[in-house]
C-alpha cells in the first residue's frame, strides 16, 4: 500500500545554510538546519533531493553523521554550468533552500553489525561514505575491523582534512590515503586506490567491501576484492543515477526495471551484476 | 451534468487535427473518429504542470504552495486503448511504495467516458494484441459502444452511475440481452480486421530471459534518430523532469514529459552517462515496455496498441516492430543457444 506522505511528496522542507565549508577548488560541504524543527531520521548512504529556489533540484547522498539531523550536511562539486550547483555554490550563510527525503535504502548497518569492513573511497566517493565511517566509529564495539582506503588525485583534492587528521590518529580505524601521482606536498603512499590492496591481509569470510567512487574505478577494485576472496554478496556499492523524483516515479534512475532511488543506491555487487549495465 | 465540469471531447481542430478539447456544443464532438495523435491521457498526466509554485524573497525562506486544484473534467470518447493507460498509470502512479499526491489529486477530478470500438479506427491499431480493446472491460466510468442506430451504455463505477441517473430520459434500460449480445458480436467479428500482430506476449518472454541478441539492439539503435516521438505520443510513457520557471519573483517546480530516448535523460552532471548509445537507449525502452516485471507491477503490458509510435516513427520502428523483431531475434537467439546444447549432448563440438 502506498504511504500518503505528510508533507506532500514533492514539496520541500525549507533549510538555511549554516556553513560553506570549502573542501578544495571545486568542492565545499553545505551545512544547512532544517528550519521546521522536526526530526529527519536517516541511515547512512540515504540520499535527498536539494532544491536551489529558482535554479532547480538534484540529488545528493547525505554526508553527516546520522543523528545529526535536523542539521544536514552535503559535500558538492561544482560543475561549470550545472544549473543547481554554481548557483548553491555561490550561496552564503544565511541563504535559505529546499530539501526532500530522505530516500533510498543506505547501507545495510545490521548486515554489517560484527563483521569486518573496509571502505573504498575514490575522490568525492568519500562523502557518501563520510557518514558510514562515522556510523560505526560511533558504535564502534558493534562492529570488527574497520580499514578506509581513500585515494584521490592529488593532495590538494583531499575532504574533510581535520577529520582525516583525526581519523588517523585513531588505533580503532585503519585509514590509508594515496594519491595517483607523487606530488611535492605528499610523503604517503603514491599509486593507484587498487595498489593499496597490496598490503591489506583480511579474512574474506568476515570482510564487507563497501565501494563509492568514479565509474571507471570499480572494476578494478572489484577484481582486487575477487583475488582476496570476498564474494560479490559481500561487496557493496552506492550507484549514481540521474534522478528527478527519488521516489521511483520519473523514471531516470531506472535500470531494467530497478529503481536506484528505492531499490538502491545502495546495492551488492552480485545485484549489480543481475541487472546492471555499465 | 455539472457545471463545472468542463466537456473535453474528440473534436476538430482549426486545420482539421482531430485533438480531445473543451468543446462549447454538441455539434463540435465527433462521433467516428480516429484516435487522437496526442493521448487524452494527457488531462491525467499534462505535458507540463505545476508541482509547486513559491514567492522568492530575500531573508525569509520562500513559501512552498501546493499547485493550483486541477480542473474538473469529463472526458468523453476516450478510446479503450487509452483507457486502458490511464489504468495503468493509476496503478504507477498511485501504487507502489510512494503514492504521487499530484496525479491523484488531478486523476480524481477527471470522469472517464469511454468509446467502444467495434473495428480499428487506424491501421495502426493493436490493441487486440496488448490486450486492451477492442471495447474496454475496465478502467472507465461510462463506455459507449455503438450498435446499429444506438448506443450500448455500460455503468463501470458509481459516478458512472450517476450520470446515467442525470442522463435520465435519453437512455432506455437495456433491458433485453440482445444489444449486449449484437455488442458482443460486433466486438467478435472486428477482431480480424487488426491487421497488425506483434505477437507481443512472445516478445516479452524473449526479452524478459535476456533472450535478445546484442545485434538487433545495435541495428535498431542505427535505424533510431532519437528524436523521441514515440514516447512523447505514448499513452503509457510517464517519464518525466523536471524544471525552475521564474517570472515576476515568483517561481515554480515544472514537471514536464521527458524522453528515455534523449541522450540527455540518463546524462549525469559529471559528464558520465549509463545509456550513452543509441542501442542502449533503445533496449532501455524496449525492455521496459515488453518485460513481464512490467506486467506482474501493473497488469499489462507497457504498451496499450494505440499505434500512435507507429504513426509518428520516421524510421519505421515502432513498438510494433520491435516485438516482431525480438520476437524472431530472440527466436533464432533460443534456437541457436538450444541447438547448441543439443550438439554439446550429443558430444559434437
Known amino acids: 500500500m502506498a504511504a500518503e506522505h505528510e508533507h506532500g511528496l514533492y514539496l520541500p522542507r525549507s533549510i538555511e545554510l549554516v556553513e560553506a565549508i570549502e573542501e578544495n577548488a571545486l568542492e565545499k560541504t553545505f551545512v544547512f538546519d532544517l528550519l521546521d524543527g522536526e526530526p529527519m531520521p536517516y541511515n547512512a548512504g540515504q540520499f535527498m533531493l536539494l532544491t536551489v529556489f529558482g535554479a532547480g533540484e538534484a540529488p545528493f547522498t547525505l554526508c553527516s553523521m546520522p543523528g545529526e539531523a535536523p542539521r544536514v550536511r552535503l559535500t558538492v562539486r561544482r560543475y561549470p554550468g550545472g544549473r543547481v550547483t554554481e548557483v548553491l555554490h555561490a550561496m552564503e550563510p544565511g541563504a535559505h533552500a529546499g530539501i526532500r527525503g530522505p530516500f533510498g535504502n543506505g547501507f545495510p548497518m545490521d548486515t554489517l553489525r560484527g563483521r569486518d569492513v573496509l571502505v573504498v573511497a575514490g575522490g568525492i566517493g568519500m562523502a557518501p561514505q563520510r557518514g558510514l565511517i562515522e556510523a560505526i ?85 572489484a577484481k582486487e576484492c575477487a583475488t582476496l576472496g570476498v564474494a560479490d554478496e559481500d561487496i557493496l556499492v552506492s550507484l549514481e543515477r540521474r534522478m528527478a523524483c527519488g521516489v521511483g516515479k520519473c523514471g531516470h534512475c531506472a535500470i531494467k526495471g530497478h529503481y536506484v532511488c528505492i531499490e538502491g543506491p545502495v546495492f551488492t555487487l552480485a545485484q549489480y551484476r543481475e541487472f546492471g549495465e555499465d | ?30 462521433l467516428d473518429y480516429e484516435n487522437s495523435l496526442i493521448s487524452p491521457a494527457c488531462y491525467v498526466l499534462p505535458q507540463r504542470e505545476a508541482v509547486f509554485t513559491y514567492a522568492m524573497a530575500e531573508g525569509a525562506p520562500p513559501e512552498v504552495r501546493a499547485g493550483a486544484a486541477p480542473e474538473s473534467h469529463i472526458l468523453f470518447g476516450v478510446r479503450p486503448c487509452d483507457v486502458a493507460s490511464i489504468e495503468y498509470l493509476d496503478r504507477f502512479f498511485m501504487g507502489g511504495e510512494f503514492r504521487d ?54 455503468v463501470g463505477s458509481e459516478r458512472g452511475m450517476e450520470l446515467v441517473e442525470l442522463a435520465g430520459d435519453l437512455l432506455t434500460e437495456a433491458g433485453a440481452p440482445e444489444l449486449l449480445a449484437e455488442r458482443d458480436r460486433l466486438v467478435d467479428a472486428s477482431w480480424h480486421k487488426f491487421g497488425r500482430q506483434g505477437n507481443i506476449a512472445q516478445a516479452m518472454r524473449w526479452i524478459s530471459g535476456d533472450d535478445t541478441p546484442e545485434e538487433l539492439w545495435q541495428e535498431l539503435g542505427a535505424k533510431c534518430f532519437g528524436c523521441g516521438s514515440c514516447s512523447l505520443v505514448c ?18 517546480r515544472i514537471r514536464c514529459w521527458d524522453s528515455c530516448h534523449f541522450p540527455g535523460y540518463s546524462l549525469e552532471a559529471s559528464g558520465f552517462n549509463p545509456r550513452e548509445t543509441a542501442p542502449e537507449r533503445m533496449f532501455h525502452y524496449a525492455h521496459h515496455k515488453l ?40 527466436w533464432q537467439c533460443r534456437d541457436c543457444q538450444t541447438q547448441a546444447a543439443a550438439r554439446a549432448g550429443a558430444g559434437e563440438t
Open chain 2, 235 to 252: 499513452p503509457v510513457c510517464s517519464c518525466f523532469d523536471t524544471y525552475e520557471y521564474v517570472e515576476d519573483g515568483v517561481g515554480a
Open chain 2, 1 to 30: 451534468m455539472n457545471a463545472t465540469d468542463h466537456f473535453i471531447a474528440p473534436t476538430l481542430a482549426l486545420h482539421g487535427d482531430l485533438v480531445f478539447a473543451q468543446v462549447a456544443s454538441a455539434d463540435a464532438v465527433e
Open chain 2, 101 to 154: 499526491d499530484v496525479y491523484a489529486r488531478r486523476r480524481a477530478s477527471k470522469t472517464i467516458v469511454a468509446m467502444g470500438c467495434t473495428e480499428p479506427q487506424h491501421d495502426a491499431c493493436w490493441c487486440t494484441c496488448s490486450h486492451a480493446g477492442p471495447v474496454a472491460t475496465s478502467g472507465f466510468d461510462l463506455q459507449l459502444t455503438p450498435v446499429g442506430d444506438d448506443y450500448l451504455v455500460e
Open chain 1, 137 to 221: 566509529l560511533n558504535d564502534r564495539d558493534e562492529f570488527g575491523t574497520l580499514t578506509v582506503f581513500y585515494g584521490m588525485a592529488n593532495p590538494e583534492q583531499m575532504l574533510y582534512k581535520d577529520l582525516m587528521a583525526r581519523w588517523s590518529e585513531r588505533d580503532d580505524l585503519d585509514l590509508r590515503l594515496t594519491i595517483d601521482r607523487p606530488h611535492p606536498d605528499w610523503d604517503g603512499h603514491v599509486g593507484l586506490i587498487t595498489t593499496l590492496f597490496r598490503d591489506f591481509e583480511a579474512d574474506p569470510e568476515r570482510l564487507t567491501v563497501t565501494i563509492v567512487g568514479p565509474p571507471v574505478m570499480y572494476p578494478f577494485v
Open chain 2, 291 to 330: 518485460c513481464c516485471d512490467t506486467f506482474s507491477k501493473y497488469g499489462r503490458p507497457g504498451c496499450v496498441g494505440c499505434g500512435r509510435c507507429v504513426r509518428v516513427c520516421s524510421a519505421q520502428i515502432d513498438l510494433p516492430r520491435i516485438a516482431q523483431m525480438v520476437r524472431e531475434r530472440g
